[in-house]
C-alpha cells in the first residue's frame, strides 16, 4: 500500500458540481476496491460510495444515489466521485480509502486500510 492522494475539493453553491480525484499509485492487484467516506462537523464518518477496480461497479449511500457518479481509471489509478446538485448537507471531509482484498461490505469503514488525508467540500446556501 502507498500514499492515496486526494483532490478536488472547494467551496461551491448549492446546485453546483464538483469533482474529487483520489491517486492511488501503489496500487497492486490485491487493491479490491475504493470508498468514499465523509465526515462533517459533530458527526460520525460515513459511507459515500465505492467502486470496483475490476468492473468498475459503483454502490452508492441513500443520500447520494442518483447525485453523485463514482468511476475508477485503470490507467491512471484514479477514481473520481462526480458530486451534482449539491446540497449544504454534503459539506464535509471527504476521505478515499483502499480496500485490499474482496469483500461484500463496502459500506464499512472497517474494512479500509488505507486512507488519504481527506478533503474539505464546503456547499453554500
Known amino acids: 500500500q502507498g500514499p492515496l492522494e486526494e483532490s478536488g475539493g472547494g467551496l461551491v453553491q448549492a446546485g453546483g458540481s464538483l469533482t474529487l480525484s483520489c491517486l492511488a499509485s501503489?496500487?497492486?492487484?490485491?487493491?479490491?476496491?475504493m470508498g468514499w467516506f465523509r465526515q462533517a462537523p459533530g458527526k460520525e464518518r460515513e459511507f459515500v460510495a465505492a467502486t470496483l477496480w475490476s468492473s468498475g461497479e459503483a454502490s452508492y449511500s441513500d443520500s447520494v444515489k442518483g447525485r453523485f457518479i463514482s468511476s475508477r481509471d485503470n490507467y491512471k489509478n484514479t477514481v473520481y466521485l462526480q458530486m451534482n446538485s449539491l446540497k449544504p448537507e454534503d459539506t464535509a471531509v471527504y476521505y478515499c480509502a483502499e480496500r485490499i482484498g474482496r469483500t461484500f461490505a463496502l459500506e464499512q469503514e472497517d474494512e479500509y486500510s488505507n486512507w488519504g488525508q481527506g478533503t474539505q467540500v464546503t456547499v453554500s446556501s
Open positions: 501503489r496500487r497492486t492487484l490485491y487493491s479490491h476496491a
